[in-house]
């Protein structure tokens, strides 16, 4: 990897960075779309290129069971196997212990799964995790982290935390013996849960291995926190993280939330939410998201957004055509995940745009006076940009702020 910071908000933490890996360059700050079984659902992967896409992210759990790791190994990779021709990383599969914590039991020697599809207890280890993804070949890998949900409380935080610690040695000391360094990336993952005493102890520890990690991740997070909370943990770990290496926030995918990231310091996201959503049915744009089910729609014949350069607006397919046909045929749901990952790339392209000149601050006011209107501020957006010198509602004595979490696509037309 080659990492260089290339410059900085002379307000807010945000960066711009270019990252080279083995596949090529991926300007930071970015976000990677989701393709868990190595396919983003309902686009080829040369479709995914086409809109401008050079990362994306790979599942390792579901690509072990499969198609399985000799398949992968047999066609040279997850990056043949799939067409990918950019960048990939995968995560280490310690997500599942939280989504699949009734099938799991949890030792210090790693993670007992009974597989989802035959029932066969498998073992995931650190050195099993990294094993795997070095078969899939990713750019990008992840430690094996011991996961809680972030609404866990008491003693099983800290023994998680402690345990992550304690399986990136060996997580390093694996991939080093490999000799895969100079090909693969190994990535560490804060954990801690909301105990900032737990989060500052995991940064302590796992900056004094920075010698056998390319990056840092913070996890255990987006899992139904508050959003207060969530914010407040990720400046903490960005503040303390190594400035000269990339920052990943894992699990971020609303609009909002990558900005105020942005701004805290962090580099990379990822989540499922823009493609999700476009299969159920909602359109991602600058003034907020769509609802293409609701009957008002039935009459509209411009594209979702006529700025937008995605092919579906592109060529001039109607939010009228797409009411018709939203959530019944295939089709839809290919046109509109287009759309939204588009969407998410120019919110992150501007954001790199406006640090570069300078006016990332103005970009951020603009973006949340477009995207929330007369809804009102998410309380925590303006708690977290004011905690980076960014007043949301400076010169706005009208403005109205909604307590709690205020994500838009809740309470809008979207829902």
């Known amino acids: 990897m080659q990492f260089e910071v290339l410059a900085t908000c002379h ?18 700050p970015t976000f990677m779309p989701v393709a868990t079984q190595a396919a983003i659902k309902g686009l080829t992967a040369q479709q995914v290129e086409a809109l401008g896409v050079t990362l994306i992210l790979n599942n390792t759990y579901h690509l072990n069971l499969r198609p399985g790791i000799q398949v992968l190994k047999d066609v040279g ?3 043949k196997f799939q067409g990918w021709n950019h960048n990939l990383l995968t995560d280490s599969g310690g997500f599942q212990l939280v989504s699949l914590s009734k099938f799991t039991k949890i030792t210090e ?3 007992l799964f009974a597989s989802p599809f035959t029932g066969e207890p498998t073992m ?19 430690q094996l982290d011991d996961v809680v949900s972030s609404l866990t409380t008491g003693p099983r935080v800290a023994e998680a935390m402690a345990r992550s610690v304690r399986w990136l040695d060996r997580c390093i000391e694996f991939h080093a013996n490999a000799g895969r360094k100079d090909v693969q990336n190994l990535f560490a993952i804060v954990q801690g849960g909301l105990d900032p005493v737990l989060r500052d102890e995991c940064l302590d520890e796992m900056i004094k291995r920075r010698d056998g990690v390319a990056g840092y991740a913070i996890g255990g997070l987006s899992g139904g926190e508050a959003k207060d909370t969530f914010w407040r943990i990720v400046k903490q770990c960005a503040d303390k993280l190594p400035f000269d290496r990339p920052r990943y926030v894992m699990g971020v995918g609303f609009a909002e939330d990558l900005l105020v990231c942005a701004a805290l310091g962090v580099d990379m996201a990822d989540c499922v939410f823009p493609t ?5 049915g909602v359109a991602l744009t600058f003034n907020g998201p769509l ?7 039935a009459t509209e014949l411009g594209p979702i957004d006529d700025r937008c350069p995605c092919p579906t607006c592109r060529d001039g397919v109607s ?11 295939t089709v839809a749901a290919h046109a509109v995940t287009q759309h939204n990952i588009t969407f998410q790339a120019r919110v992150m392209g501007g954001a790199r745009d406006a640090i570069l000149q ?30 980076v010198g960014v007043d949301l509602l400076e010169g706005k004595p009208e403005a109205k702020v909604v307590q709690g979490d205020g994500a838009k696509w809740e309470y809008s037309d979207a829902s």
């Open 276 to 280: 999700r959503t476009a299969r159920f």
């Open 109 to 111: 020697e790693g993670a």
């Open 319 to 329: 939010r009228a055509m797409l009411h018709h046909i939203v959530t019944l045929e």
């Open 124 to 142: 995931l280890t650190p050195e099993e995790s990294i094993s795997i993804q070095h078969a899939i070949g990713a750019d990008i890998i992840m």
């Open 77 to 79: 990779g997850a990056h």
């Open 358 to 387: 300078g006016t990332f601050p103005t970009y951020l006011r603009t973006f949340f006076a477009n995207y929330f209107g007369e809804d009102g501020y998410p309380e925590w957006c303006v708690n977290a940009l004011r905690s």
């Open 11 to 28: 307000t807010t933490k945000a960066r711009v960075s270019r990252m080279k890996l083995a596949h090529g360059v991926t300007m930071l």
């Open 291 to 297: 609802n293409l089910k609701l009957s008002k729609h």
